[in-house]
């Protein structure tokens, strides 16, 4: 065991039992390999989302304004 090992043995020792959880959490989320953390609640929603998107045809805005002024409005083109 290398001196490192020890001194980090014994400041482990010296804390207090209900402060372990903390360096327990740390100590796991260290030896993770990079990447492979859960995901969160935030990227699962955004990967529903994007399952769920679906391309959408170009729309022509001034033939729907015109559409919808002719249906509200009851007017008729004069063109």
Avoid: C, W
């Avoid at 360096?23 to 609640?41: D, F, K, L, R, V």
């Amino acid at each position: 065991m290398t001196t490192l090992n020890k001194d980090a043995i014994n400041l482990l020792k010296q804390i207090p039992e209900n402060k372990l959880y903390f360096i327990n959490h740390i100590t796991e989320s260290i030896g993770e390999p990079y990447g492979t953390e859960p995901q969160s609640a935030k990227d699962k929603a955004f990967e529903e989302l994007e399952s769920l998107r679906r391309k959408v045809p170009q729309i022509d805005y001034d033939k729907e304004l015109e559409s919808y002024r002719e249906e509200k409005f009851e007017t008729v083109n004069l063109d």
